[in-house]
């Protein structure tokens, strides 16, 4: 069972909320690079190595900074996020682009950064030629279907998600690139998402590198990229186990040399395009308990609410709460954490055994870094908070100020009521 801690103590919290007010998210920025270190380590083996963040997951130009300091890329599907990439000074080939449904303005904008086109479907061959052009490197999402090898359950139901070619699709776009002269090829998978098992990803390693030798084979392309897609998990529960990133470098690595190194591929590039597991336990939603009400049931209402954090309402998601300050009484009360949207779900917990909470009492919620501000909200017209770094020497940087009622307002003209 694995501890649930703070990067501060209560007074150094205090001090925090004294000076921006609550709610805010709190990104440790000496945590998010401790651990970006681990996950290169693990493939120091791999010849060019690259993470490339999901920048959906905190799409936050100071994360993505200190992100970029550790060498690592961004992942975009959208306009907005390349732009965001690019303000940060990332570029060319350091952005993978993998979208879907993609409007032309968007491939124009990767196309003219240099970002590594993925593209999503066969048929997005002829648009991005017509509207942008064919570019130097082209990579394809696979989305192997119903073709799971070995009959494991390791990638979910590829047949019900939107994304990628089918493997007869696959074969087709890569000829057609290669007719079209394209010399240089990547290949792109994401089959799974907050998955804790490292085998899983292991498994996806052994399907991709498999169907590289077969592309190979086929078509006598050799490929230089293989990325992995993002989805690994993080431990929300205490009781979850965090992924030993050891275990799919060595055996991503064992399956490198059986597969690809036997069978002249190499060097062959490995990247992933990980979000949640970069950021995701390195960020706090800081909240003040505001209101306690007892009727069927017991509620503690904060200021902070569901357009802060939707994971909970939206998927019932399980997130850690901690009263600050009281970690070591009993919890023996029981509680729903309330926001204020006039939807039932806006609970960040459920029925969660907690200490007694007084108002005015500090609440964290943890594991917000990722997936947390970013899929935050204005319905009911409720303001996104801002979003603050403590840095590694402790100090405290406002990366995203709070929105104002300005801001959810910009929108609209009233002179002409
Ligand atoms: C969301 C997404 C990711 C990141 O997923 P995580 O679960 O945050 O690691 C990576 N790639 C694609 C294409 C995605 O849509």
Redesign the pocket.
């Known amino acids: 069972m694995a501890e649930k801690k703070l990067p501060f103590t209560k007074e150094q919290l205090q001090k925090i909320v004294d000076q921006y007010g609550t709610p805010f998210h709190i990104y440790d920025e000496k945590a998010i690079k401790e651990n970006a270190r681990k996950l290169a380590a693990v493939f120091a083996w791999a010849p060019g190595f690259k993470e490339y963040f999901?920048v959906?997951?905190t799409p936050n130009p100071y994360i993505m900074k200190l992100l970029k300091e550790e060498d690592i890329g961004a992942?975009c599907?959208s306009l907005p996020e390349l732009i965001l990439s690019e303000k940060v000074g990332i570029k060319g080939e350091d952005i993978m682009f993998?979208s879907n449904n993609t409007a032309a303005d968007e491939f124009v904008k990767a196309m003219e950064l240099g970002a590594i086109i993925n593209l999503d479907d066969i048929t997005h061959i002829d648009y991005l030629e017509k509207h942008a052009g064919v570019p130097e490197v082209i990579s394809f999402r696979y989305n192997p279907g119903p073709l799971r090898k070995g009959g494991n359950a390791i990638i979910g139901n590829p047949e019900e998600a939107k994304y990628g070619l089918t493997r007869e699709q696959i074969s087709e776009a890569y000829k057609i690139m290669r007719d079209k002269g394209v010399e240089r090829f990547g290949i792109h998978t994401?089959v799974i998402?907050?998955e804790l098992d490292p085998d899983y990803f292991i498994e996806t390693a052994k399907m991709m590198f498999d169907l590289m030798v077969e592309l190979h084979k086929e078509l006598g392309i050799r490929f230089e990229l293989v990325n992995f897609?993002?989805?690994?998990g993080i431990p929300y529960r205490p009781e979850d186990t965090a992924v030993d990133y050891e275990i799919i470098g060595q055996g991503v690595k064992k399956l490198y040399e059986e597969k690809i190194a036997a069978n002249g591929l190499a060097p062959l590039k490995l990247a992933l395009?990980?979000?949640?597991?970069i950021t995701g336990p390195y960020g706090y939603l800081v909240t003040t308990a505001m209101h306690t009400k007892n009727i069927y049931k017991n509620y503690m209402g904060v200021d902070a609410s569901m357009a802060d954090l939707m994971r909970p309402g939206m998927y019932g998601a399980y997130h850690h709460l901690t009263v600050v300050g009281k970690e070591n009484e009993p919890h023996d009360q029981v509680y729903d954490v309330t926001g204020s949207l006039c939807e039932n779900c806006d609970k960040f917990v459920v029925d969660r055994n907690l200490p007694k909470i007084n108002i005015g009492d500090i609440l964290v919620i943890h594991d917000t870094g990722?997936?947390g501000h970013a899929m935050g909200f204005n319905y009911n017209g409720k303001l996104r908070s801002a979003e603050l770094l403590l840095k590694e020497d402790g100090s405290v940087e406002m990366i995203r100020r709070a929105e104002t009622i300005e801001d959810y307002f910009a929108t609209l003209d009233f002179s002409r009521l």
């Open positions: 999901a959906k997951a992942d599907s993998t994401m998402s907050n897609g993002g989805g690994i395009e990980c979000g949640r597991v990722a997936h």
